[in-house]
């Protein structure tokens, strides 16, 4: 009986390699996903289509609007509808800080960008990923040579600082002198209008909580998904020498345990951001509000992640997560 040769397993391409540790772009279809079905909610339902206060709203209401109203809302149809439920306040606000815990759980834990002769590169290429990104969310949110861009846009846009006319006196509160007129047109952020108790209204007010919470969500999943493949690629036969000469000497049981309960970390943060994000989409803001902010934050998660797919020179500056 003869006995036949097996042919020895195909070495994997880097391409092959590199693919298999990387988010696949259908993924961010969950996005728009989100904002349709948390959109469609918001104007099918009673619930969501009820008023949730006595005040009476702008036709383009929006959250920066809403967060300048002169008294809070007296009885909220939905706890995520309220600016002071606890995952707003202590999440969605702080959402950048959550970012930054997560991003470095992955660094410290991970043996891609440990105890491999590459890890300096990796680490320096990850941390590049991740000042792109937040120069992004800083410029949209923060600063702009002034105000940040969104504010920019709104204003741009034809909206400004308005004053709050009160409905009992009304009338009194309406007659305001020239110099306050003056002062609230030269209020050109959200932040300093809600300071001086106006409101932020009349322009297109791009959401930046759906950016920042799908920039977010968008980096912890390509990042996760990087050191995360890893494990699936040395199971399917394709992890690379580097990669498995650090898993070799990542035996240690409580580094392991930091190593998992570091994606843990990552998995919970990007959880609570695409909930947040479904229930930004359900109360707040208008379509088109919702929708610029996405293409903004897909556009910034495109030029990060998936473009370095397609340019290799990109690539060579900006790295590729678990590559």
């Known amino acids: 009986m003869t006995t036949r040769d097996k042919s020895p397993p195909s070495s994997p391409t880097p391409k092959t390699r590199a693919?298999?540790?990387?988010?696949?772009?259908?993924?961010?279809?969950?996005?728009?996903?989100?904002?349709?079905?948390?959109?469609l909610y918001s104007s099918i339902s009673p619930t969501a289509r009820a008023?949730?206060?006595?005040?009476?709203?702008?036709?383009?209401?929006?959250?920066?609007?809403?967060?300048?109203?002169?008294?809070?809302?007296?009885?909220?149809?939905?706890?995520?509808?309220?600016?002071?439920?606890i995952f707003?306040?202590?999440f969605v606000k702080i959402g950048w800080l959550w970012l930054t815990l997560a991003f470095a759980s992955l660094l410290i834990s991970?043996?891609?960008?440990?105890?491999?002769?590459?890890?300096?590169r990796r680490i320096a290429q990850a941390c590049l990923r991740y000042a792109?990104?937040?120069?992004?969310?800083?410029?949209?949110?923060?600063?702009?040579?002034?105000?940040?861009?969104?504010?920019?846009?709104?204003?741009?846009?034809?909206?400004?600082c308005e004053r709050i006319v009160g409905g009992v006196a009304g009338a009194a509160q309406a007659a305001t002198g020239a110099g306050e007129v003056a002062a609230l047109e030269s209020v050109v952020t959200a932040a300093a209008c809600k300071a001086i108790g106006g409101k932020w209204a009349g322009g297109h007010d791009v959401s930046g909580h759906v950016f920042m919470l799908v920039v977010v969500t968008g980096v912890l999943g390509a990042e996760g998904v990087g050191v995360a493949g890893s494990f699936l690629g040395r199971a399917l036969g394709l992890g690379s020498s580097a990669t498995d000469e650090a898993d070799g000497k990542e035996k240690?049981?409580?580094?392991?345990?930091?190593?998992?309960?570091?994606?843990?970390?990552?998995l919970a943060v990007a959880g609570l951001g695409w909930w947040m994000l479904f229930m930004t989409?359900?109360?707040?803001?208008?379509?088109?509000?919702?929708?610029s902010g996405l293409m903004i934050a897909l556009g910034t998660l495109y030029g990060?992640?998936?473009?370095?797919?397609?340019?290799?020179?990109?690539?060579?500056?900006?790295?590729?997560?678990?590559?």
């Not at 991970?110 to 300096?120: F, G, H, K, L, V």
């Not at 989409?281 to 929708?291: N, P």
Request: a positive charge; proline letters at 11%; zero cysteines.
């Open 304 to 323: 990060i992640y998936f473009l370095p797919r397609k340019v290799p020179a990109w690539r060579d500056v900006v790295g590729m997560p678990g590559v």
């Open 19 to 39: 693919s298999s540790h990387q988010l696949p772009p259908i993924a961010l279809l969950i996005y728009p996903i989100t904002l349709l079905i948390g959109s």
């Open 110 to 120: 991970q043996p891609t960008y440990r105890q491999t002769a590459t890890s300096s």
């Open 252 to 266: 240690d049981g409580n580094a392991e345990k930091g190593r998992v309960w570091a994606l843990r970390f990552v």
């Open 132 to 160: 792109l990104a937040t120069t992004a969310w800083y410029l949209m949110t923060q600063w702009f040579f002034g105000p940040p861009v969104i504010d920019r846009s709104f204003v741009v846009t034809g909206g400004g």
């Open 88 to 90: 707003n306040v202590y």
């Open 281 to 291: 989409a359900i109360w707040f803001h208008t379509w088109l509000e919702k929708w």
């Open 51 to 85: 008023p949730n206060h006595a005040h009476p709203a702008p036709l383009a209401p929006s959250l920066a609007t809403d967060i300048n109203l002169s008294s809070p809302p007296e009885s909220p149809v939905n706890y995520f509808a309220r600016k002071d439920n």
